[in-house]
């Protein structure tokens, strides 16, 4: 079992290309921290680890690990948190079965995934695997909201150095496409409550009723919502949509959020994929079903069931040859679009197609004005207007371009749309009924077969610290500041009535706008297009979408943001940005050797949580530590040492050699802390006449494939002989 200790600062055990990054850069914190008295440690919440930990009863006591997603979701509601948290997988079904397989072929006895569960175990088991899917870590840490930015350096970095933005067109057919009506969007109800409840949720037909979850508690005050997307209105839009498309001879491309939304947007999904190959279902839908195809599951998964049937598979091209060319993930690869859902990510693939100039790759590997089909409408128009705005006015300039910070609604799980056990397809025609204990219906929507209901919830505590965050931000920056709400929304109606009594009372309603998301879009590009800055003020799912788009956009990537959670009882959470693009870095380091993860969001985060810890534990060692990492960081910039792309260049691990020295000089160079400077003289000193060694080897190490010993799995001292290959390095450090 795990060590239960918990160590001054917790450095998360991730997944995929940052924690690959970790086993090259950890040692490294971890020995310069202890000469400020400051243990680094981590805790397991990776895919595999979160699997493992949920089945016990299956595994050899050596196998077994402690819940350390349990763990971190207690230390987070007290003052003593200090957590790195890097991003995790948001397992999909077919991460997570892979992930499983994984570990039974390393000798871990689990459960098969049940996809049609009968049994009671079978039921019992799809549970608990349940609990593991799409964003299961983020709500358990985020016990405070979000204070997202980017770093100083990194701004004036991007500013110095601006990076390659695709031409805008007046005449571009790039669109965005989403429902009219029958979507979330348009059927949301929202009501505040007066006072604490626990509701029920029923499905009422004509043969009876159909409990679908009890007992949801909600204290006094919470924010409550529920809302519905037709499955007949979405096949419609998407029936339409694929014909417009192939008329305006554009590319076809989905943009939802299957990991995040673990449970509406993969059957949105899976919608897309029938429509898509519409008379292959009706022809051969019995015995696609009778092979096991799940359309949710994508068209990969499809066509690896159905590649023993010659004429199914002869229809498919038959269908393909009839469609529009689709968006393509990998067009090398003739990976598309609706291959598999983990990779239908919105905050990702949009901010990328609108730096490229409204641009997608197509099948023929060259780049295309593209339909942006987004089904729900609730935050589509952020993405119309920004590609409206381009279009009229032509690419951002990242050269002067202000910048948007963020400030968002996420703590205590508020806004989880599809990441709570509240969303449900609808198994027959009736009436979905919110019912609170006194007998209250709260909420009701009728409904159909296949439908998607769901409901989500904020609750007053956290509306109440976002807004004060905002005012800290806004009274800090003194720019403009936004509340991205709309007042014709039901949930945003209900928002705004925290919103403005609070402004009101702290004399600062002046300082602020309130705008629907579309028109906050308009304001805020005229704003950083004319070099000044702006602080968007919103929920959690559009916070998750903007601190992609905006970064992308100025600084080419989201990775090098700072990301800040200040938690409700006083502690820190640091996280170190995204990690859309960690599989294509995991998949050439195992062929290439060579790593490409960029870990300036990991230095970004390490130097505020050394400097939190020091306020919180009245360490000034760790001041000077984490003033130390900024000064190492803007090193890294103003140097050029952030990892190239190509094999045979500088990859992750130089990066950390150079960060490790900069980090070094820094430290024995500053004057306030005359036994730190002695401290690490010597290893500045090690580390400058080391320089052509050092590098000597890291650059031998690539260009040969690398064992890992797995993927989501992968062996400890196999990873670290392959993230540490520098010997005269690893003498230094220790």
């Known amino acids: 079992m795990a060590d239960s200790k918990t ?26 921290a202890a000469a400020a008295g400051v243990s680094v440690g981590t805790k397991d919440i990776s895919l595999a680890g979160r699997i493992i930990s949920t089945f016990p009863e299956a595994l050899t006591e050596d196998q077994r690990i402690t819940d350390d997603l349990a763990v971190l979701g207690e230390l987070v509601k007290t003052p003593e948190a200090n957590v790195i948290k890097l991003p995790n997988i948001s397992a999909s079904v077919p991460q997570l079965v892979a992930a499983v397989k994984e570990l039974q072929a390393q000798g871990y006895a689990l459960p098969d995934y049940p996809y049609e ?50 031409e805008w067109t007046a005449d571009s057919k790039t669109r965005v496409a989403s429902m009219s009506s029958g979507d979330f969007s348009s059927n949301e109800v929202s009501a505040t409550l007066d006072k604490a409840a626990t509701a029920k949720i029923v499905l009422e037909t004509a043969g009876g009723e159909i409990v679908l979850k009890e007992g949801v508690s909600y204290p006094e005050g919470t924010v409550v919502d529920a809302t519905y997307m037709s ?18 001879g554009v590319l076809f491309s989905l943009h939802m959020k299957a990991t995040m939304m673990k449970v509406s947007d993969p059957i949105i999904f899976g919608h897309a994929v ?18 096991g195809v799940d359309p949710n599951g994508g068209m990969g998964s499809l066509l690896d069931k159905v590649s023993g049937e010659p004429e199914i ?10 469609r529009p060319p689709m968006y393509m993930v990998n067009s090398d690869k003739g990976i598309t679009n609706l291959h598999v859902p983990s990779d239908v990510i919105i905050d990702a693939s949009m901010p990328a197609l609108i730096r490229d100039g409204g641009k997608g790759w197509g099948p023929d590997n060259k780049q295309h004005d593209t339909n942006c089909v987004i089904p729900d409408n609730s935050y589509a128009p952020v993405y119309d207007e920004t590609i409206k705005f381009f279009k ?90 936004i509340f991205w709400l709309d007042e014709d929304r039901a949930h945003d109606a209900e928002l705004i009535k925290y919103v403005k009594p609070i402004l009101e009372a702290k004399g600062v309603a002046d300082k602020f706008a309130i705008m629907s998301p579309a028109k906050a879009t308009v304001k805020t590009l005229e704003t950083i297009t004319k070099g000044e800055n702006s602080i968007a003020i919103t929920g959690n799912v559009l916070r998750d979408y903007l601190t992609d788009l905006f970064p992308i956009l100025e600084l080419a990537t989201s990775a090098k943001m700072l990301s800040i959670v200040k938690l409700m009882n006083g502690g820190g959470l640091f996280e170190t940005g ?23 969001g990991e230095f970004c985060a390490l130097g505020e949580s050394l400097k939190f810890l020091a306020d919180a534990r009245s360490n000034e060692k760790a001041r000077v530590l984490g003033e130390g990492v900024d000064v190492a960081t803007q090193g890294i910039l103003d140097h050029n040492r952030s990892p190239s792309r190509k094999v045979g ?51 031998a190490a690539q260009g040969s494939a690398a064992d890992l010993g797995g993927y989501y799995h992968t062996d400890p001292e196999k990873t670290a002989s392959v993230m540490r290959p520098s010997e005269t390095l690893n003498k230094i450090i220790g």
């Not at 450095?11 to 914190?29: C, F, G, Q, R």
């Not at 499955?231 to 305006?248: G, H, N, Q, Y």
């Not at 598979?313 to 009839?322: K, L, N, S």
């Not at 769901?454 to 505590?461: E, H, L, N, P, V």
Request: aromatic share 6%.
């Open 7 to 32: 160590p001054d600062i917790v450095y998360t055990k991730v997944d995929e290309a940052p924690e690959l990054a970790s086993a090259s850069l950890l040692p490294i914190i971890q020995t310069f």
């Open 117 to 166: 569960p009968e049994t009671e175990e079978e039921k019992a088991v799809r549970a608990k695997y349940d609990t593991i899917k799409g964003s299961a870590v983020n709500p358990v840490l985020r016990e405070g909201n979000s204070d997202r930015r980017a770093a100083i350096a990194v701004k004036k970095y991007a500013q110095s150095n601006p990076h390659r933005m695709g």
């Open 231 to 248: 499955a007949k209105a979405l096949d419609a839009f998407l029936a339409e949509e694929i014909e417009k498309t192939k008329e305006e």
């Open 274 to 291: 029938k429509q898509w190959l519409k008379p292959v279902f009706d022809k051969y839908g019995d015995k696609m079903e009778e092979l």
């Open 313 to 322: 598979m002869a229809a498919i091209e038959e269908v393909r040859e009839m």
């Open 392 to 481: 009229k006015n032509g690419k951002l300039d990242p050269a002067t371009a202000g910048t948007v910070q963020n400030i968002g609604l996420m703590a205590q799980k508020a806004e989880e749309y599809g990441s709570h056990p509240t969303t449900f397809e609808i198994p027959e025609g009736g009436t979905v009924k919110m019912i609170l204990d006194d007998g209250t219906v709260l909420h009701e929507h009728k409904v159909e077969k296949g439908d998607i209901w769901r409901s989500a919830s904020a609750r007053k505590a956290p509306i109440e610290d976002w807004v004060n965050l905002a005012i800290e931000r806004q009274k800090a920056e003194g720019c403009e500041a």
């Open 578 to 600: 995204a990690g859309g693009s960690a599989p294509k870095h995991v998949q050439q380091l195992q062929e290439e050797n060579h790593l490409r993860w960029d870990s300036l």
């Open 649 to 699: 260049e500088p990859d992750n691990r130089d990066s950390h050699y150079w960060f490790a020295r900069y980090w070094a000089e820094a430290l024995a160079a500053q004057s306030k802390d005359t036994e730190i400077a002695a401290h690490f003289a010597p290893i500045a000193k090690a580390l400058a006449e080391g320089e052509a060694a050092i590098v000597g080897e890291l650059a």
